[in-house]
């Protein structure tokens, strides 16, 4: 098994959505775009990717929204040097289809007292659903990690959720441990870099809004 030295988990630019949620009411969440301001962000991951790559190949997997492809587009990476697949167990948390924003504002307050990963949104999905799928796009990222050619990289363009789920699910951490921590912002990054001692690291932590509450000891 040829593992990669880094696995990248990029959260895509500012969407019309994250400028104004009133969007999601007439345009479905999958077809936002960037705004002008997420254009910027992403081509500004872009440039720092390009160094942090160099001239290394990269195994690129790409949520089926048009604003990851805007980002991934943004990124201007060399196309000799990466093999692109959209991944559609890589998308945002379902919410249901035509959004009304009173009522997803108060779906969000109901989730916020329940809990992120528990809360189902109705016709839509739980952080549980997601992490499901994401743990099964985990298992077959793992089976590529057996072709002998496999690239050194491997770069998620996805969402803030999909990444901490990803996270939770590669490091083990609980849904205490997950409820406590907080988004990335748009066009931020997270790295798992291999170790010497043969295994991967987060580069840098995601932030916490509060301290983890466990139902019992674990670990």
């Known amino acids: 098994m040829v593992r990669p030295r880094r696995i990248v988990l990029v959260r895509h630019g500012e969407s019309a959505g ?18 002008e ?7 500004e991951t872009g440039r720092r990717l390009r160094e942090t790559f160099g001239r290394e190949r990269v195994s690129v997997y790409v949520s089926p929204y048009r604003r990851t492809h805007e980002t991934l ?11 692109v697949r959209e ?18 504002q108060l779906q969000k307050e109901y989730r916020d007292a329940y809990g992120h990963f528990f809360y189902r949104f109705a016709q839509g ?4 659903d997601v ?45 205490a441990e997950f409820e406590c921590l907080s988004n990335p ?3 931020e990054t997270r790295m798992l870099v291999l170790g010497e001692n043969g295994k991967y690291a987060l580069d840098q932590p995601f932030e916490r809004w509060r301290d983890p509450e466990p139902y019992w000891v674990t670990g």
């Open 131 to 175: 992490y499901d799928r994401v743990g099964g796009f985990l298992e077959s990222l793992f089976r590529s990690f057996e072709a002998p050619d496999h690239p050194p990289n491997v770069l998620l363009v996805t969402h803030g959720l999909a990444m901490r789920l990803f996270c939770m699910r590669w490091f083990h951490w609980t849904v």
């Open 185 to 187: 912002g748009n066009g």
């Open 73 to 83: 587009h943004a990124f201007r990476l060399d196309p000799e040097l990466i093999r």
């Open 37 to 43: 301001r997420g254009w910027r962000q992403a081509e």
């Open 125 to 128: 999905e739980s952080g549980a």
């Open 18 to 35: 994250n400028a104004d949620d009133s969007v999601y009411e007439r345009s479905p969440d999958h077809a936002l775009p960037l705004t």
């Open 87 to 104: 991944e559609p167990r890589l998308r945002e948390q379902d919410w249901g289809n035509w959004q009304d924003r009173d009522d997803v």
